[in-house]
């Protein structure tokens, strides 16, 4: 059984930084793909970014230029690296993982940015 837990969310200030990690129960790079989405309160579910078993990576407009994706060396960990957050930025992050025609999920993080 494959599990994805998030860590890092937290409050932080208009300007600040978070790195959000998502530790999966199998090596990462098992999953053809990995992301991150958010979700705030009364808004769809918005890709932030991705990252593909051989490193491709992309970001969401609205994040490009100050989040970065990222997997650790020790394989297990996927990173999320939020510079220069604004109070949009505010949301329940979830990670998500593709393993052939499974996807997993997990229980997601809440960031909250203050103005």
């Known amino acids: 059984q494959v599990q994805l837990v998030e860590s890092g969310g937290g409050l932080v200030q208009a300007g600040g930084s978070l790195r959000l990690s998502c530790a999966a129960s199998?090596?990462?790079?098992?999953?053809?793909?990995m992301a991150w989405y958010r979700q705030a309160p009364g808004k769809q579910r918005e890709l932030v970014a991705s990252i593909t078993s051989g490193g491709s990576t992309n970001v969401a407009d609205s994040v490009k230029g100050r989040f970065t994706i990222s997997r650790d060396s020790a394989k297990t960990t996927m990173i999320l690296q939020m510079n220069s957050l604004n109070p949009e930025d505010t949301a329940v992050y979830h990670c998500?993982?593709?393993?052939?025609?499974?996807?997993?999920w997990g229980q997601g993080t809440q960031v909250t940015v203050s103005s």
């Open positions: 998500n993982a593709v393993l052939g025609s499974f996807e997993y």
């Open positions: 199998v090596s990462i790079f098992r999953f053809h793909a």
